[in-house]
Nanobody
Framework: QRQLVESGGGLVQPGGSLRLSCAAS????????MGWYRQAPGKQRDLVAT???????NYADSVKGRFTISRDNAKNTVYLQMNNLKPEDTAVYYC?????????????WGQGTQVTVSS
């Protein structure tokens, strides 16, 4: 059973916007930090942004001022609003979260969603 399911990726022109969503599902009793990471071809997976349960956000320098992370605790969902997209933002974007399942916190990854920025 997949715990994290992403949606919202796609192809967009430079300067455009996309909104990614990631919903946690299953026997989850609590969620701590949620976040987004990305991996471009031939590169390592890097942090994009994280957000605590209380709403404190942290961003990679490369996306500050362009991306906004938010979450809806009632829906167990985290979002990533991406504006002024650049070709270098092209990557597979992965959702990540600390989920309490069956009494224990574990770190989970989503399956990834492709974001391509190209004219």
């Amino acid at each position: 059973q997949r715990q994290l399911v992403e949606s919202g990726g796609g192809l967009v022109q430079p300067g455009g916007s996309l909104r990614l969503s990631c919903a946690a599902s299953g026997s989850i009793t609590s969620i701590n930090t949620m976040g987004w990471y990305r991996q471009a071809p031939g590169k390592q997976r890097d942090l994009v942004a994280t957000i605590t349960r209380g709403g404190s956000a942290n961003y990679a320098d490369s996306v500050k001022g362009r991306f906004t992370i938010s979450r809806d605790n009632a829906k167990n969902t985290v979002y990533l609003q991406m504006n002024n997209l650049k070709p270098e933002d092209t990557a597979v974007y992965y959702c990540n979260a600390d989920l309490k399942v069956l009494g224990f916190f574990r770190n989970y990854w989503g399956q990834g969603t492709q974001v391509t920025v190209s004219s």
